[in-house]
């Protein structure tokens, strides 16, 4: 079954009810953003949760200490980098990566390439102000374009209970990413939550 990483977790209710309900990864924004949350916010809620549910760190040109530190403290199985993180860079680190790139041509698809030690390619859309929880999609039809190791895909960006499983269909990913489309008025919501992992369910069956 396609894996589910829920992005933006700001509340232990939320990480709680997403593992309940069978979501595999939990993703906590320390990059600047309306869902950053402190350290220390991340270790209560992260050890709130069993511990086979990878917990995830998203940080945008964050330095080798900082992801190191915060990885450590929270206790995270990855580090998300949504910035311009070199290669060199990423490989220094001695914490499993994700390598995130916003997507508009078959070139930035090109650039994914090099990060061949990455555990995981995020491949989010570049429309929307930010690095990263824009709400936005992609033209998932480049990825049929260049051969690409969907083993390593996480596919992001505009996902939501309506349009996750024709993503899946067409990209067939190893995890989708939703944080937007979990989100009623700006704020995680369970039943949101719930019936997006639902969908995903329903593509296995
Ligand atoms: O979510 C943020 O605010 C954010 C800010 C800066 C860098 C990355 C960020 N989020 C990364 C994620 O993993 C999101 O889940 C992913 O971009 C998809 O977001 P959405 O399109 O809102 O589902």
Same mark, same amino acid.
């Given at each position: 079954m396609t894996r589910v990483k829920i992005c933006g977790i700001r509340h232990t209710e939320n990480a709680i009810e997403a593992t309940k309900r069978g979501a595999d990864m939990i993703g906590f924004v320390f990059a600047k953003s309306k869902r950053q949350v402190t350290v220390e916010q991340?270790?209560?809620i992260a050890s709130s949760l069993p511990t086979n549910i990878k917990k995830v760190?998203?940080?945008?040109?964050?330095?080798?200490?900082e992801l190191e530190a915060t990885a450590h403290s929270v206790g995270l199985d990855y580090v998300q980098l949504h910035g311009d993180e070199s290669l060199k860079f990423c490989q220094q680190l001695s914490i499993p990566y994700i390598k995130s790139f916003r997507v508009q041509s078959?070139?930035?698809?090109?650039?994914?390439?090099?990060?061949n030690d990455a555990d995981y390619i995020l491949l989010d859309s570049a429309t929307g102000p930010y690095r990263?929880?824009?709400?936005?999609? +992609?033209?998932?039809?480049?990825? &049929?374009? #260049?051969?690409?190791?969907?083993?390593?895909?996480?596919?992001?960006g505009g996902l939501n209970q309506d349009n996750v499983k024709y993503a899946i269909s067409q990209t067939t990913p190893k995890v989708v990413d939703v944080s937007s489309g979990?989100? +009623?008025?700006?704020?995680?919501? &369970?039943? #949101?939550?719930?019936?997006?992992?639902?969908?995903?369910?329903e593509c296995s069956k």
């Open positions: 991340a270790k209560q760190g998203v940080f945008v040109n964050a330095s080798q200490e078959k070139d930035d698809l090109e650039q994914t390439k090099q990060y990263g929880g824009n709400g936005t999609q +992609f033209d998932w039809q480049i990825l &049929n374009d #260049l051969p690409f190791e969907h083993e390593r895909l996480i596919l992001a979990v989100e +009623f008025e700006g704020h995680k919501s &369970n039943q #949101l939550i719930n019936q997006f992992i639902q969908s995903v369910k």
